[in-house]
């Protein structure tokens, strides 16, 4: 899947994300992004529905916030 970058959507308004539109975000595989979910480096999301969960991108943006945090305390 290709995010067109160009078209206003609602992840650039800082709002909701599915799994698969927060992977491609944060660079990584749908399992990866569940794993982060297990571990608890994402929070559970919000069900919408019994097939849709959603996160906000707020909390991929405070992942992204820890992990460069984390990384500029080693170098």
């Known amino acids: 899947m290709v995010l ?3 078209k206003p959507s609602i992840v650039s ?3 909701l994300v599915r799994a698969r539109e927060g992977a491609a975000i ?5 399992a990866t992004f569940w794993r ?3 571990l608890g480096l994402l929070p559970r999301g919000i069900r919408l529905t019994a097939r849709c969960t ?7 943006d405070a992942l992204v916030s820890r ?3 984390k990384n500029s305390e080693v170098a």
């Not at 996160?55 to 991929?60: K, N, P």
């Open 4 to 6: 067109d970058t160009n």
């Open 54 to 60: 959603v996160w906000r991108m707020a909390d991929l």
């Open 36 to 38: 982060y979910v297990k």
């Open 13 to 15: 308004g800082g709002g």
């Open 26 to 30: 944060l660079r990584v595989s749908r």
């Open 67 to 69: 992990q460069a945090e």
